[in-house]
């Protein structure tokens, strides 16, 4: 069974600070790793996946297969990503995706 | 910008009722999704359905539950016999094709059974 770690359900920082929200995967297979975030009263949208390798708002994710982790870092962060963040797996073969518990960060000015 | 939409927002059953719950997913999709989240746990996966049939469904999904599109535009959910534990925050989504690409999610239904 595929499951999906976030072990902090809040993180704290001020403006400018660097940030990374955790993620660790359970999984024997190769897996996709998503970032969908969720900002205040708005719909889960994608963030970005592992696939692409891209940045998005400043953020990125390495999946590292020997630590089964896909955390998300960004150098400085700001007032407006404050939001909540969830990590998902979508194993080989699969539609559904499987979502951590979400991390919510919080920016302070 | 396309969205999918979700009627209700909000919805208050009382114990032992059937709801149902609507998707319009983005016109252009071919597979659709229905995800629960009960307060203050994870977004679980409950059914995806294409070609008008269900693809994929997860345990939770058992009998209660049933999917279907009945007509171009609407997806929906109906929950038969609804319990207080069904109380949760539905979400539908859509995705163009399915293993490979990207999920976009409703803003959700509020289901309170009371």
């Known amino acids: 069974a595929q499951r999906v770690t976030q072990p902090e359900k809040l993180l704290s920082v001020f403006k400018g600070a660097p940030v990374e929200l955790k993620c660790n995967y359970s999984y024997s297979g190769s897996p996709e790793l998503f970032w969908y975030v969720q900002y205040s009263r708005q719909r889960l949208q994608l963030l970005l996946r592992h696939i692409s390798r891209e940045s998005i708002k400043g953020f990125t994710a390495d999946l590292n297969k020997g630590e089964t982790s896909f955390h998300l870092k960004k150098p400085f962060a700001q007032e407006e990503d404050s939001a909540m963040y969830y990590c998902a797996l979508r194993a080989t073969g699969f539609q559904k995706l499987v979502f951590g518990t979400g991390t919510r960060l919080l920016v302070s000015p | 910008e396309p969205e999918v939409t979700q009627t209700p927002s909000h919805q208050v059953t009382q114990m032992g009722q059937e709801v149902i719950l609507r998707c319009v997913p983005i016109?252009?999709?071919?597979?659709f999704y229905w995800y629960r989240q009960i307060l203050g746990q994870k977004v679980e996966f409950l059914v995806s359905f294409y070609n008008n049939e269900i693809s994929e469904k997860s345990e939770i999904f058992d009998d209660q539950f049933s999917v279907e599109r009945p007509d171009g535009s609407n997806f929906t959910l109906k929950i038969r016999s609804t319990k207080l534990e069904d109380s949760a925050m539905y979400f539908c989504?859509?995705?163009?094709?399915?293993?490979?690409?990207?999920?976009?999610f409703g803003q959700g239904t509020r289901l309170t059974v009371v």
């Open positions: 016109s252009n999709h071919l597979y």
């Open positions: 989504a859509s995705s163009p094709e399915g293993l490979g690409t990207e999920a976009f």
